[in-house]
């Protein structure tokens, strides 16, 4: 598993998160540049992606099975599949296309807007995400832009086909 250096270096930063604190400051953990907490986890965290949705996904899965809930492990691989398409990382424009088992466009949607608590629907989907063409030039100023962005649903979009 290649995150767990990523969590290692989190120290100082989950520190200020814990406190509450907003400002930006230094980050040992970023060479000395100076971000604020949010950015700064989110630059160490999708400096591996895959790694970190990886091992995302174990920690979920332990998470469930300490509180004894049930979902089931093909469902939990396409929910983080599904996350990390939707999630905007510092990569080269391109298109993704799954085909999913289970609906989780409504799903999504449902958590969204209508607040329900229904599990995804099995129900098999063809989705495509674009990624667009990204207009920051390094993983920092990305952070920045995705955690200011987040604030307002800047997520890809999902297009069902």
């Known amino acids: 598993m290649a995150c767990p250096h990523a969590w290692d270096?989190?120290?100082?930063?989950?520190?200020?998160?814990?406190?509450?604190?907003?400002?930006?400051?230094?980050?040992?953990?970023?060479?000395?540049?100076?971000?604020?907490?949010?950015?700064?986890?989110?630059?160490i965290f999708l400096e591996n992606a895959q790694a970190f949705y990886a091992e995302l996904q174990i920690m979920t899965r332990r998470f469930l099975d300490y509180h004894n809930l049930n979902l089931a492990d093909d469902l939990l691989d396409e929910l983080v599949d599904y996350q990390q398409l939707r999630m905007t990382i510092w990569q080269p424009a391109t298109t993704h296309r799954r085909d999913l088992s289970y609906d989780l466009p409504t799903f999504f949607d449902h958590l969204s807007h209508i607040h329900s608590d229904a599990l995804p629907q099995e129900k098999v989907t063809k989705i495509e995400v674009t990624v667009p063409e990204s207009d920051t030039l390094d993983r920092f100023v990305h952070a920045r832009k995705r955690t200011h962005g987040a604030r307002y649903t800047d997520v890809l979009a999902v297009r069902v086909v």
């Open 9 to 43: 270096r989190t120290s100082s930063v989950t520190a200020a998160v814990l406190d509450a604190v907003e400002r930006y400051s230094s980050a040992k953990e970023l060479g000395g540049f100076n971000a604020s907490p949010q950015d700064a986890l989110l630059a």
